[in-house]
């Protein structure tokens, strides 16, 4: 069932995008990001291993996973700005292709943010995530995903450092640096590794916390998040996303022990096209005449609660020829990949 839980941690970024809540987005990634450490400690432990032949399927299956996608949306993002919003080349190049940096942040990922910190000027905006995530396998490869007691450790060096990186945050907020202090606390990659570690050990000791699934308890729990996304932010945003932690964790517990279903694949498989094109399509519908109207748009430029379901739409429809055009091929070469060398092996 993790399939509906990452579209519902997608739908929570998509809200922000196309609704303008603040909070509620970033409890979202950082719910992606303890599902991913969860599932890469569990593939790596019982799939690929640590040895080098693993390693290397690994490498290879997150290369696949993520690239073509991320190209596919580029791309498009690209035709879309040229075709419907008339950029010229210039601009383009200008816009996203004007450093070195923003050069390979596009091409590679790498390179959007420095450890977290800071954004680079790239055509899919919300690939940073993607940046700090890549990061992250990393850490789980050398240490973090080895043992149970490597994720221990490495959660508690997290939980021990995100009160420093708190205090440096309130002095940059002092001196009106807020978007390094939110860095700080939010993407950056110790901060990051928190939520990422909390599943690396939700996964070595999962058989220590046993929750039956249910319906009822999981909309409970979706629930619970949208609610501290809500109202938690007003006594302070911090304790909002440290207070979604525990409740994250329950969820994928829980939704562990569930049974998949096809549904559940499909609906997990469409949440990285997704994710990737909100940023896309929430700045054409803003730009274009066809949502120009009171119906659709707000005046502080967001969408309305109709605007929001037509945008949507859209957007699955788009996610939909993503999947069917790009992951779906491509996802069929990585599987015939990873059986050649299982087998070589």
């Known amino acids: 069932m993790f399939g509906i839980l990452r579209f519902a941690f997608a739908l929570m970024v998509v809200a922000g995008k196309f609704i303008g809540i603040e909070v509620i987005p970033g409890i979202g990634v950082w719910g992606f990001f303890i599902l991913s450490g969860f599932l890469m400690t569990l593939i790596l432990n019982e799939k690929y291993g640590f040895g080098r032949a693993g390693l290397k399927r690994f490498l290879v299956s997150r290369i696949l996973r993520l690239y073509p996608c991320y190209y596919a949306v580029m791309v498009l993002t690209i035709l879309l700005y040229l075709f419907v919003l008339g950029f010229d080349w210039n601009r383009i190049g200008e816009s996203f292709f004007g450093t070195y940096r923003d050069i390979t942040a596009n091409l590679l990922i790498f390179g959007n943010t420095i450890f977290g910190i800071g954004r680079a000027d790239v055509v899919v905006p919300i690939s940073w995530a993607v940046d ?169 430029k967001h969408l309305t609660p109709l605007g929001s379901m037509l945008a949507l739409s859209i957007l699955l429809a788009i996610a939909y020829a993503i999947l069917l055009c790009v992951d779906k091929p491509i996802g069929k070469y990585r599987k015939r990949f990873s059986a050649i060398q299982r087998l070589s092996t």
């Not at 998949?260 to 994710?275: A, E, F, N, Q």
């Open 132 to 300: 700090v995530e890549m990061m992250m396998y990393v850490t789980s490869v050398v240490i973090i995903a080895r043992s149970p007691k490597c994720a221990l450790y490495s959660l508690i060096t997290c939980v021990v450092l995100f009160p420093i990186l708190w205090i440096v945050a309130k002095n940059y907020i002092a001196s009106g640096q807020t978007a390094i202090a939110g860095n700080l606390l939010y993407s950056f990659l110790p901060a990051a590794l928190l939520p990422y570690s909390l599943g690396s050990v939700v996964y070595h000791y999962r058989e220590r916390v046993y929750i039956n699934y249910s319906e009822v308890r999981a909309c409970g729990l979706l629930l619970s998040l949208v609610c501290i996304g809500l109202f938690i932010p007003s006594f302070s945003v911090t304790l909002a996303y440290l207070s979604s932690l525990p409740v994250s964790a329950l969820m994928i517990v829980m939704l562990y022990r569930a049974k998949r279903s096809k549904l559940d694949d499909l609906i997990g498989d469409m949440t990285y096209p997704v994710y990737l094109m909100v940023g896309t399509l929430n700045t054409i519908l803003l730009n274009t005449n066809f949502f120009n109207s009171p119906t659709l748009i707000t005046s502080d």
